[in-house]
């Protein structure tokens, strides 16, 4: 079902880029735009993972310096049926962890030194599993689909405000105006809606290869508490979506922007698949 929203979700990504590419700039604006999303977002699914380590400072982490890290990964890997990925750490007092890497072959786990700190193995070993879900799942690719056709749409907007639309008579002034103001915060919600989408998936997964979602659902409470009590104060808001849990301060009105879905649905869902693998619901 998960899956089926993802798709469903950027099919609609999909017909809003037709709709505002055929009202502003018929098929040569639409392809224009396009190349121009998916030039930027090549460059970034190719070399992203390169820079958001450079961005934490993450530095490679040694079976020797890490040896309970590095066998947990290894277990995880096998079960799941992946190349075991790269480990790195960034060294912060902030608990947290993500993945990166445009494919399998190419990925890497990243933790934050707070939550080895913070976490049981048991805990972490959650965590750990569902990092490397993301990978299976090739989230990184999906995600710059969606990143791909939002910033088309974008820059489509941006050219019907410069050049209007190729109809524009009458009361098409008014559905212009329209698209041009609701087409790229539809598609900046899609795309929001995608990434929340993934996380409930690698969830989902991730507990079947750990073969225990109450450990994770514990180290999701335990590191939603943590990150409001200690958010990360460095890196850019744009790579939110990467970390298990929003590592940024922020709630209210922002929540409908966040990258992420509400920890408590999350546990929930961790919970009733808990109770259908007869290990009860209670967190641990």
Known sequence: MTQLRTYLLLGALSILLVLIGDYFGGTDGMTIALIIAAVMNFISYWYSDKIVLSMYRARPVSRLEAPELHEIVEDLATRAGIPKPKIYIVDTPHANAFATGRDPEHAAVVVTSGILRLLDKRELRGVL?????????????????????????????????????????????????????????????????????????????????SGDPLALANALSKLAYGAKLRPLTSGSPTTAHLFIVHPFSGGGLASLFSTHPPIEERIKRLKEMAESMGMGSWVL
């Open 129 to 209: 599993a569902h990092e490397l879900s993301h990978i299976k799942n090739r989230d990184i690719l999906v995600m710059s689909v969606a990143a791909t056709l939002a910033t088309a749409i974008f820059y489509l907007s941006r050219l019907g405000l410069f050049f209007g639309g190729r109809r524009r008579r009458g009361g098409a002034d008014a559905i212009g105006l329209l698209l041009l103001i609701f087409a790229p915060i539809a598609a900046m919600l899609i795309q929001l809606a995608i990434s929340r989408s993934r996380e409930y998936l690698a969830d989902e997964s991730g507990a079947k290869i």
